[in-house]
């Protein structure tokens, strides 16, 4: 099974940021903007697309071999430009920043908040271009920490849809001198919630809606450790694994329902258990009242 994804695809890239709380560890989740061109209204991990200016920008901490080998031998410019992509996003949907100065630190709270007074002044619109946001960061003598990224999974949007992504997952902890906070830009809601009751909200029809990419790494997370050093030490342990297109499956007995790979009903079931061996349980998302829900 090839694992070069179509030509088609926008390379982006999505952070699950986390903090240790006290029922364990947490993430961040966002609520898209109803206007947004993709997954609208939907709760996800901040994240988006990569710039053409992160191909080139000033990092710190792995260079882009050192990113090509974290993600299975990608590219070594595209590779980096994705963890780039995903320290920027990040920054850009929640506030957090990861970047060092020259000796070393991560800004705090308010020299965050400095920054972002700078970038807002750059906005056009809601937009802001990736140049001028780097740009910005050189001159506050930041550069952005790409080690402390842990990728962790590879996702493909399913070929029924109209955009289509290649989408690294990224994990990293919450600075200690930072607070996460909504953007008003691109979001409409945020918070802190453990796996668990996110799941649990998504199930029971709250207001947490959740794709089934989200769905997925939640379920993962519940079970990889009491704090999130232990599961980000887990994460990087395991690696960012296969790439994974979920495929609609619409008519009975299997629909309607999205279904990832390991499950029966998928096209390209059979070339991957022949590559990753038979896997301990099948995982697909069935339509329960009106929105997908994770089962085994």
């Known amino acids: 099974m090839t694992q070069a994804p179509p030509s088609d695809l926008i390379a982006s890239a999505t952070v699950v940021l986390l903090r240790d709380g006290l029922d364990g560890p947490e993430v961040f989740l966002v609520r898209r903007h109803a206007e947004s061109g993709f997954m609208a209204n939907a709760t996800v991990f901040p994240g988006g697309k990569v710039d053409q200016a992160d191909d080139g920008a000033a990092a710190d901490g792995l260079d882009a071999a050192a990113c090509a080998a974290r993600l299975g031998g990608l590219e070594p410019r595209a590779a980096r430009a994705l963890h780039i992509a995903a320290v920027r996003e990040l920054h850009e949907e929640s506030h957090i920043l990861l970047a060092r100065d020259r000796a070393g630190r991560l800004p705090n709270e308010a020299e965050v908040a400095e920054i972002d007074a700078r970038l807002e002044a750059l906005r056009d619109g809601h937009r802001l271009a990736g140049a001028?946001?780097?740009?910005?960061?050189?001159?506050?003598?930041?550069?952005?920490?790409?080690?402390?990224?842990?990728?962790?999974?590879?996702?493909?949007?399913?070929?029924?849809?109209?955009?289509?992504?290649?989408?690294?997952?990224?994990?990293?902890?919450?600075?200690?001198?930072?607070?996460?906070?909504?953007?008003?830009?691109?979001?409409?809601?945020?918070?802190?919630?453990?796996?668990?009751?996110?799941?649990?909200?998504?199930?029971?029809?709250?207001?947490?809606?959740?794709?089934?990419?989200?769905?997925?790494?939640?379920?993962?997370?519940?079970?990889?450790?009491?704090?999130?050093?232990?599961?980000?030490?887990?994460?990087?342990?395991?690696?960012?694994?296969?790439?994974?297109?979920?495929?609609?499956?619409?008519?009975?007995?299997?629909?309607?329902?999205?279904?990832?790979?390991?499950?029966?009903?998928?096209?390209?079931?059979?070339?991957?258990?022949?590559?990753?061996?038979?896997?301990?349980?099948?995982?697909r998302f069935a339509l329960v009242a009106g929105r997908f829900v994770y089962q085994d």
Do not use: C, M, N
Request: proline share 12%.
């Open 132 to 283: 001028d946001y780097h740009r910005v960061l050189a001159e506050a003598q930041l550069t952005p920490a790409l080690d402390l990224l842990v990728p962790f999974a590879h996702w493909v949007t399913p070929s029924a849809q109209q955009r289509r992504f290649d989408t690294w997952f990224f994990a990293a902890a919450l600075p200690p001198q930072q607070r996460a906070a909504l953007d008003i830009h691109e979001t409409t809601a945020a918070g802190w919630s453990t796996p668990r009751a996110a799941l649990q909200e998504h199930a029971a029809g709250g207001e947490i809606h959740l794709p089934p990419p989200t769905q997925h790494t939640l379920h993962r997370f519940a079970g990889l450790g009491t704090s999130s050093r232990q599961v980000l030490g887990a994460l990087a342990l395991a690696g960012p694994g296969p790439r994974i297109q979920p495929h609609h499956v619409k008519e009975p007995p299997d629909g309607p329902a999205i279904v990832l790979p390991d499950d029966p009903a998928h096209p390209e079931h059979e070339a991957w258990i022949a590559q990753y061996a038979k896997p301990a349980r099948r995982h």
